[in-house]
């Protein structure tokens, strides 16, 4: 298993409400997290029926929207932005950055984008690949953290990331990712 802190699950979210995560619990509400998650897990097609284009990242992305994505999301149109990527790895590799880089603005959301395409396009993708197309563009770090959060929100593509050594402290693995990720969801609803 990839994160020590396990898959998002109502145990781990009932288990944060004590103590200091009691003052945010609003990042911990469970079933609004997975409101947000199902349409992506839902409607994704676990193998892609064609290869991949541009255009097809907006077809999909249609497809999740319609799924009950909420609209604050914006998925097609970021999509759009996106469709002039034809390189697959490429364009993981830049939305892994994105997710991962806390500098990065989180609006529009792109870790929806991020977790269809891996859903999709896994089957032709390489964690390690995604992993050295951001070294060399020099953002290894927040590519692996971009990856991490995603695969924390989709515990289906811990497996795909296994192949990836962790190479984060404890401490981010166990509070900072979950965080991250449950903040990242619940934009919609607080920005």
């Known amino acids: 298993m990839i994160l020590s802190s396990g898959p998002l699950t109502e145990t781990h979210i009932r288990r944060s409400s004590r103590g200091f995560f ?5 990042v911990w509400n469970s079933n609004q997290i997975l409101k947000h998650v199902h349409p992506i897990r839902s409607r994704a097609r676990k193998i892609a029926r064609s290869p991949f284009m541009g255009n097809s990242v907006v077809a999909a992305s ?3 929207q319609q799924g009950g994505l909420p609209p604050g ?10 469709a002039v990527f034809q390189d697959c790895e490429q364009l993981a590799t830049i939305l892994a950055s994105r997710v991962g880089d806390a ?3 989180p609006n529009p959301p792109l870790w929806p984008l991020l977790a269809m395409i891996l ?8 964690a390690k690949d995604i992993l050295v ?5 020099g953002l290894q770090e927040v590519v692996r953290r971009g990856l991490i959060i995603v695969s924390y929100l989709f515990p289906e593509l811990q497996e ?4 990836l050594p962790l190479g984060i402290p404890l401490w981010e693995r166990a509070l900072a990712v979950p965080l ?10 607080t920005g």
């Open 22 to 26: 009691g003052r945010i619990s609003p």
């Open 62 to 64: 249609l497809r999740i």
């Open 73 to 82: 999301y914006r998925l097609s149109d970021t999509a759009r932005e996106f």
């Open 103 to 105: 500098k990065v603005a």
């Open 119 to 126: 859903f999709e396009w896994r089957e032709v993708l390489s």
């Open 133 to 137: 197309r951001g070294a060399a563009m």
């Open 160 to 163: 795909w990331l296994a192949e």
């Open 180 to 189: 991250t990720a449950r903040k990242l969801v619940l934009l919609e609803k």
